[in-house]
């Protein structure tokens, strides 16, 4: 069981929102959680580390339970504090297609195979915990 994981306070029912929210709190860094269309751009998931905000895109255009596993394993980069995130001041909500799309390219490259791995386990791990946690799953507005 990935360490991390295990040590969450994971809502119940389970609620990707209200456990961001809560994460953002305790970091005294909100999390942002942005759909994007991002199909052709290779990558599901892209966090960006603002200045005062870690902000987690993800694809728009796909299921709730894979939403939620791009979403977790953002976030396992986000607290397992894998280098490789672009930090920027400010660039929020002016973040447009084209400044996206470069990211995502220089991105992909960024992070080690093992701390790919990390991040994915942590995704997998706290959807264990949740789906045994509770039956109910709130619906993901996107
Ligand atoms: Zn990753």
Known sequence: M?????KLDLPRPFDIHELC???GAERGRPIVLT????????PCGLWLAGEHADILCFEQHTSVLH????ILHEL???LHEHSGAETMGQLFPDLGGETLRIMLARQHDTFSDRAERQAEDFAYAVLARA???SGFRRVLEA
């Open 35 to 42: 759909p994007f269309p991002m199909t052709s751009l290779g």
């Open 21 to 23: 929210g809560r994460i």
């Open 2 to 6: 990935n360490r991390l994981a295990a």
């Open 67 to 70: 939403q939620e596993h791009i």
């Open 131 to 133: 789906s045994r946690a």
């Open 76 to 78: 396992g980069h986000v």
